[in-house]
């Protein structure tokens, strides 16, 4: 069974361009999230080609208020197949997060793929120090990595380290870097990957003084995604990345909290525009 590389799968589904054909959405979204009650993001909807196809996201919460369990469900970054994941943290008595899980399922040629990633993490002074990362590459053995963090003086990380153990070394196969402007947005992330012909992909964002619809800090870059609606305070206004190459603008219509409720993303290079939709409990 082939191993998912989870780090980019991710970017592809939060920006993946406009020209996909078949819905992927399970439950039709309603048309109009402006009368959610203000509160925690529980559904994001990206809506494309007049509302036939969709990616959605969805977030799951326990008692006090902390992530639980974030999904998403969209095509693949080429829209051959669909590609489904989930992302599980299991908590301390503190609330840090002791275990994240991530599931990776697809089917291909009618075929079902279904991955797995264990993070056990390491505590240090109530920061993530490293993680053990036990990856599941079926029929072989279980492929155990080290995930290592790096923070800057406000306690944000600022890179992520993934170290496989080959031979005898210890090799760093995926890096991701990040940038913060003086509000906690990121503002550049960098991301390594083992290939030498492969070079470094740098992605750059923009934001608006709005607030963004969730904050989930330093536990959503755990495994090096880079979600930059869902990793600050302000919502995103701008996103490229000239690897893809990609690049879009966002505008958005807010609640009387000052949260989105509805935007738009516009595709700057191909064309084309695609309706999103938040929703809160």
């Known amino acids: ?63 006090n ?15 051959k197949y669909i590609i489904e994941q989930s992302y599980r943290y299991y908590r301390n008595a503190s609330g840090l997060v002791e275990r994240y899980v991530e599931y990776a399922t697809a089917v291909i040629n009618n075929i079902r ?45 600022i890179n992520v380290h993934a170290l496989r153990y080959e031979g ?35 992605i750059t964002a923009q934001y608006s003084d709005k607030s963004a619809a969730a904050d989930f800090g330093n536990e959503i870059l755990l495994n090096g995604l880079f979600a930059p609606e869902l990793c600050g305070p302000n919502s995103l206004l701008g996103l490229d990345n000239p690897e893809g190459p990609d690049k879009y603008s966002f505008s958005y219509e807010y609640n009387s909290s000052g949260k989105p409720v509805k935007g738009t993303q516009t595709d700057l290079l191909n064309g084309g525009t695609a309706q999103l939709y938040y929703y809160y409990q």
């Open 1 to 63: 069974m082939k191993v998912v590389r989870l780090i980019p799968v991710l970017m592809a589904l939060f920006f993946a361009s406009c020209g996909k054909e078949a819905s992927v959405e399970k439950k039709e979204a309603p048309e109009d999230s402006t009368e959610n009650k203000d509160g925690l993001l529980t559904r994001f909807v990206t809506k494309y080609n007049g509302g036939s196809d969709s990616l959605v996201y969805t977030f799951q919460y326990d008692n």
């Open 65 to 79: 208020k902390r992530l639980k369990i974030f999904n998403m469900s969209g095509p693949d970054n080429d829209h």
């Open 168 to 202: 005898s070394a210890w090799t760093e196969f995926q890096k991701a870097l990040y940038n913060y402007d003086v509000k906690g947005n990121i503002t550049q992330v960098t991301l390594t990957f083992d290939d030498p012909d492969d070079p470094p992909q740098v």
């Open 113 to 157: 793929y279904e991955d797995s990633a264990v993070y056990h993490l390491h505590l240090n002074g109530g920061k993530y120090d490293y993680a053990i990362r036990e990856v599941l590459d079926l029929p072989g053995p279980v492929i155990k990595d080290s995930v290592i963090y790096g923070y800057d003086a406000n306690g944000r990380i």
